[in-house]
């Protein structure tokens, strides 16, 4: 049965690390010979299996862990060694059936960290209901991205699935417990725990926060089961509660389960319903947190089944059909479907909540952005009109502004925050020279004075007009408190 790998003995499973290491199954070497080190999604094919054909023992690694091809025993025979075949065969990673060699799993490797989970031909099979997702999906991506990588004592990944993020939390964790209803899940964690050499993951099954009721923690990750429709058929995405409940639940629970100035850091679809705006629905969520919510552009009901709905397909799965996931959005009065990654801080006092676009993907790590994002909001709460005037900002490090030309004239200027979360603005040439002004010694009093001399504008209303700019600059990130860069 997929996901029911065996856990070996730890120097079973040393030994087949060591040798993934020596054939070169990782990050790097795997880039360098296909183009990328993620295995090819159901219906991908092509270059990936072109580029492995050569039989060498590093080719049938990626052949059966990374593609999910079969071989012949016999060159199975011939290019791995008895005891690595043995040792696959007795966990459940291999199976042999006939004279052919498949594997039951996965292996993804992500940075250096190697992650076995189900394959995605499970998708499609009696199977699926219970797949565990593979470490290179873009929703556990964009999560990892995103984390922050403070030093903690404490972190919870719920939801663990193969436990991508504990055991990327467990490297700035003293320890991590990862968490999952799913029995498959659990077992992955520890197998993939054993296998990146991490004694500092400890693995529960249940729901929720069921497994760690009388503990709380510096950071709670979780990539949940947020997809919203009618289905309650695959454990990794359907929760089997109505619409978001499932993270509207994790968003109202986890406070009690964080530190002070803990952190829970969620990846989140949330609906937005006919006479109520989705900021609304988001603030009803949350209670005794500061929330720093990145929000994506929302979708529209029919283009989210549509996206969902071509997810998953196969002859053995019934993923319940298109039409009936459009009523349920109809009856239930939804008008959009929207994505985004909610970090809360569970804070004593006044809370603020800060919405920030994020207009592109996330392709570097952007834990620091969001830490700075929520110190930008934390200065902008403290600080009244008069002790912002006060202070001394800087433009931030990695601010690109390139001139906007139409007709041969400069018409604007295009700044870019290269941080991880793409923020972007355009504005004209007046708010670029303001911008200019801030040279980590004037304060913000100074800066607009120096910008006055250059205009005949009001004082007053200049004055509120550049702060009211400046504001939006400190939240996107543009500008910062000179002592916290
Ligand atoms: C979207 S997957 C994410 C898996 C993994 N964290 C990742 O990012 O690849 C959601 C995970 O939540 C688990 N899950 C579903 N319902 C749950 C519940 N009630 N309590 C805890 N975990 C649950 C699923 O088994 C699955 O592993």
Known sequence: MAGMIQLPDSSAIREFRAFLDANEYDTVHLTERLGRARPPTPGETGQMFDDSKVITTANVLIR???????????????FLPKPVVNFCARSGLLEIVDGIVRASVVIVPI?????VSDAFRILGTREAAGFVLPASTHSANFLRLLTMRTPVDS????????????????????KVIATDISEAAIRYTRFNAMLNDMNNIECRQGSMFEPVEDLRFNLIVSNPPFVIGPGETFVYRDSNLELDGF???LVQQA??????????QMLCEWVEQE??????????????CDAWILHSSPVTPADYVEQRSSDISGDDVNTGSADDWTAYFHVNNVRA???GMITLRCR????????QPLLGDVETPAGQAIMDGIAAIDFLEAYDDEAILEAVLCVADGLEAEQIQADGKAVGVYLRLNNGLSVEAEIDGPVAAFLNLFDRKRTVQECIEKFGALTDADPDRLTSDLLAILKVFVSRGFLLPADVE
């Open 111 to 115: 940075d250096d960290l190697l992650f």
């Open 64 to 78: 059966l862990f990374l593609l999910g091809s079969t071989i012949d025993q016999a060159t199975a025979r011939e």
């Open 255 to 264: 406070p009690a389960y964080l530190a002070e100035n803990g952190h829970l």
């Open 337 to 339: 479907v929207h994505p």
């Open 275 to 288: 006479g109520q705006s989705w900021e609304e629905r988001l603030n009803d969520w949350v209670r005794g």
């Open 155 to 174: 972190a919870l990944d719920l939801g663990c699935g193969c436990g991508m993020h504990a055991l990327f939390a467990a490297r700035h964790s003293k």
């Open 247 to 249: 993270c509207k639940l």
């Open 348 to 355: 004593e006092g006044l809370n603020w909540t800060h919405l």
